[in-house]
């Protein structure tokens, strides 16, 4: 089995497209099979370098892989339609001679006002065939004399094709509806239609899954394979992805390229997952899955053939898994991406083994409430400032919490760090003291934190005012506790 993944560079991949990816890369692996790439830029108007390394980029950021593809060679190359222009020519040549093809000279007004006829009528707009008898005489005088011609392919018009799609069964068209169509533009360029058989049938693609969007394109691929005197690979077209409201997913429902979901946050194995159900169920119910348990279970005969709603919530319930995982798994690297990109951590230095801990034990009490790795530099703030919630501060003022704020600073004028034990002492310290219930650990916890609830305490303690933390290397240094209790001090304007 060989499969592909056939985009056009002229935008960012959409998460639609990237689902298509998706699917025949898991077929490719449970089946033994290969993967490639093939970078569609035949319209040279609209399609960028940018665009095609974006999406190589983004691509192996999700963890696709191919075997064979631009960046990477293979031995049926060259992996982008611009470099195969040569080949598009000799095939084409060789439908002209068969016969199967013919120049068309008729202008873009010509075919405008046929189209505009046709619909005037009530009729599906298709060619003509005005060039499809023109002598062979007057077509090498036309050509002679410089003028413009595309080539067009002598469509068969079986009134009951039908094929039998992967996904949506057996389907049926009535080829008389289809018309001639044009393989090779007048300035030379193929058409997709054409191009992708030529490439398909050379590159060995045995299985094509696309987007339905193509349903339409199929019956005129598989006569052109069948003009060749090729076999078709098998066809399996999948329904699109949809936003809330039923219309096709788009930027009005939020993000839809795959760049957006890299940096919103979202963790590559959890879009994987979510990408996978979009149109498929596992067997077993069990949606969290992994990337082995979606090669195995991914069944193709049972995608669905209905659109499928492309759900935020349920993409960010599945990202909870990796990220509780953290700061192990995958998400490491990620996570300290974001740190650098929100320059808590210099770009590119490497971090000690004291920085390390202390970040460790920071991103594991902040993790329960990320919803993707874009919320970690916010979650981290509490370390770095003190951001205290104005309708807590009126507390910290109270006569009551007085003794507390003395004994602060009593105990908490150094620069030594704090312990998990001594922290346990100062509270039982401050008990003995008279200070308890709720002259201490609410207002306590508003003066370390600047909330009124959250992480636990002790957890956290020994994070302000460590050591470790003086030497972070962070451009931002985390606030030692002194300087928090005077910041809080200072806001409660006490
Ligand atoms: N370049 C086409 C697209 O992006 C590929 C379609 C196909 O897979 O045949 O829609």
């Known amino acids: 089995m060989r499969v592909r993944f056939a985009p056009s560079p002229t935008g960012y991949v959409h998460v639609g497209n990237v689902r298509t990816a998706l699917f025949n890369y898991l077929l490719a692996r449970q089946r033994g099979g290969l993967f490639l790439l093939r970078i569609e830029d035949t319209d040279v108007e609209r399609s960028r370098k940018s665009y095609e390394e974006g999406l190589i980029e983004d691509m192996k950021w999700l963890g696709v ?16 339609q611009s470099e195969r222009s040569e080949l598009y020519r000799e095939y084409v ?14 202008t873009p007004e010509t075919l405008e006002r046929e189209r505009e006829e046709a ?18 005489e007057e077509v090498k005088e036309r050509l002679d004399r410089g003028e413009e011609s595309a080539v067009r392919f002598k469509m068969p018009d079986d009134k009951d094709f039908h094929y039998p799609d992967l996904v949506r069964g057996d389907l049926l068209f009535d080829l008389s509806l289809f018309g001639d169509f044009v393989i090779l533009r007048s300035n030379g360029q193929p058409a997709y239609n054409y191009a992708v058989v030529i490439d398909d049938h050379l590159m060995g693609v045995t299985d094509v899954i696309r987007g339905e969007d193509h349903i339409s394109n199929t019956p005129k691929q598989i006569k052109l394979y069948e003009a060749f005197g090729w076999t078709p690979p098998r066809f399996g077209h999948l329904a699109l992805v949809l936003g809330q409201d039923g219309s096709p997913l788009s930027k009005r429902h939020g993000a839809t390229s795959l760049n957006q979901f890299r940096a919103l946050g979202y963790l590559p194995e959890a879009l994987v997952n979510y990408l996978a159900l979009l149109g498929w169920a596992p067997p077993e119910g069990e949606e969290i899955l992994s990337w082995e348990e979606l090669i195995r279970l991914f069944d193709i005969s049972k995608v669905s053939k209905s659109g499928a709603t492309f759900d935020y919530q349920k993409l960010n319930w599945i990202n909870r898994k990796p990220l509780s995982q953290l700061p192990s798994g995958q998400g490491r690297s990620l996570a300290l991406s974001f740190l650098e990109e929100a320059e808590y951590i210099e770009k590119g230095r490497k971090l000690s083994p004291d920085e390390q801990k202390w970040l460790v034990q920071a991103v594991e009490i902040v993790k ?37 704020w003395n004994f602060l600073e009593e105990k908490f004028s150094g620069d030594s760090p704090i ?26 916890r508003v003066i370390l934190t600047g909330c009124g609830s959250g992480v636990e305490l002790d957890k956290l303690i020994n994070l302000l005012g460590a050591p470790e933390a003086f030497n972070l290397g962070l451009k931002r ?9 005077q910041e809080a001090k200072g806001r409660a304007g006490r």
């Not at 892989?65 to 982008?80: A, C, Q, S, V």
């Open 65 to 80: 892989k191919w075997e064979e593809g631009p960046d990477i060679g293979g031995p049926l190359g060259p992996y982008r």
């Open 93 to 106: 040549d060789l439908l002209l001679e068969k016969k199967m093809a013919y120049h068309c000279f008729c």
């Open 119 to 136: 619909l005037a009528k009530g009729e599906t707009p298709r060619y003509s065939g005005r060039c499809r008898n023109l002598t062979p």
């Open 368 to 404: 329960a409430n990320l919803v993707t790795l874009a919320d970690l530099p916010k979650e981290l703030e509490l370390f770095f400032q003190y951001r205290p919630d104005e309708a807590l501060l009126p507390e910290l003022r109270e006569e009551a919490v007085s003794p507390l």
């Open 419 to 444: 312990t998990a034990q001594e922290f346990i002492s100062f509270l039982q310290e401050a008990k003995g003291k008279g200070i308890k219930g709720k002259a201490l650990f609410h207002p306590l």
């Open 477 to 485: 240094r985390p606030l030692l506790l002194k300087e928090r209790i």
